[in-house]
């Protein structure tokens, strides 16, 4: 991890607003499969990566972090 320059977190248990992976999928909760119908599991699965990607290439592509300032 030191020579990737990655440091350890480890995420709030319990505590939903602080963890940022709950935020992600709570994203892909509301709006890919909460308006789904799909029958399949890999149309499902193609509707979250789609979605995925579109936010990785948005303005907001990092998730804030409010214990972690540099986030």
Do not use: C
């Not at 607003?17 to 709950?22: F, R």
């Not at 599991?41 to 509707?47: D, S, V």
């Amino acid at each position: 991890m030191r020579q990737l320059n990655l440091r350890w977190i480890s995420l709030p248990k319990a505590s939903p607003d602080d963890n940022p992976v709950e935020t992600i999928f709570s994203d892909v909760q509301l709006l890919v499969l909460d308006t789904s119908n799909d029958t399949n599991a890999q149309t499902t699965r193609g509707r979250m990566s789609r979605h995925l990607k579109a936010k990785n290439q948005g303005k907001e592509r990092k998730v804030a972090i409010a214990y972690m300032p540099d986030s």
